[in-house]
């Protein structure tokens, strides 16, 4: 006869052999978290398949056909890279007034922690297709 110890430990247990698995099954690239249905959805690499140095990564939505620059973005997202990934996906939401423009674009900006810009690169928006982003490394 099993007791209670004894069937909580087991439980524990299974729970860490669960995540356990969960992890290393993922991949050692980064995976944007909770994608909805109504996103938009890529990812971003740098130039010549490196991997993507370590800073602050923003991503956004930017129409250049709008003339004030305080219109001319729209949803943004940000994350981090810690300097070893290759790839990094990411999700943004989709505006509903943005669905229509043929000129929108996703920018992704690569910043070092001091602020300066490191990398920057842009892509076409293409509703119902993932977006492909490539970093370019800026020259001062």
């Known amino acids: 006869m099993t007791d209670r110890r004894t069937v909580l430990m087991a439980a524990g247990v299974a729970a860490v052999a669960a995540a356990t698995g969960a992890a290393a099954a993922q991949s050692p690239d980064i995976r944007a978290p909770d994608i909805r249905a109504t996103d938009i959805r890529g990812a971003v690499t ?19 056909a709008i003339q004030d620059s305080g219109r001319r973005r729209a949803a943004k997202t940000s994350l981090k890279s810690e300097g070893g990934s290759k790839t990094i996906e990411f999700s943004l939401p989709l505006p509903a007034s943005s669905t229509a423009s043929p000129t929108l674009q996703v920018v992704a900006r690569l910043e070092r922690a001091d602020g300066w810009l490191v990398a920057r690169g842009s892509a076409q928006f293409q509703a119902d297709l993932p977006v492909h982003v490539t970093l370019k490394a800026v020259i001062y």
């Open 46 to 64: 740098f130039v010549g398949g490196k991997a993507i140095p370590e800073g602050h990564l923003e991503i956004y939505l930017e129409d250049p």
